[in-house]
């Protein structure tokens, strides 16, 4: 799972909203908060940022994390 999806989970969970209500308050769709949170590769930056700023978040570009070479 992804640093993003793992935080939009955890803040989620610590307001306890369930997906439904996450998705209402923030305007998204439940689909769309399933698979944010279940770490889909592709999805709307837009929408993400929608989320994140459910807790004062946004998400900005910055170096990739590099996995370490064995």
């Given at each position: 799972m992804n640093k993003i999806a793992?935080?939009?989970?955890?803040?989620?969970?610590?307001?306890?909203?369930?997906q439904e209500e996450f998705a209402m308050y923030s305007?998204?769709?439940?689909?769309?908060?399933?698979?944010?949170?279940?770490?889909?590769?592709?999805?709307?930056?837009?929408?993400?940022n929608k989320a994140l700023a459910m807790f004062g978040m946004e998400a900005v570009p910055g170096e990739k994390e590099r996995e370490p070479l064995d």
């Open positions: 793992e935080f939009i989970k955890q803040k989620r969970k610590e307001a306890r909203l369930t305007g998204l769709g439940m689909r769309f908060v399933r698979e944010l949170e279940q770490g889909k590769a592709t999805v709307r930056m837009d929408k993400v």
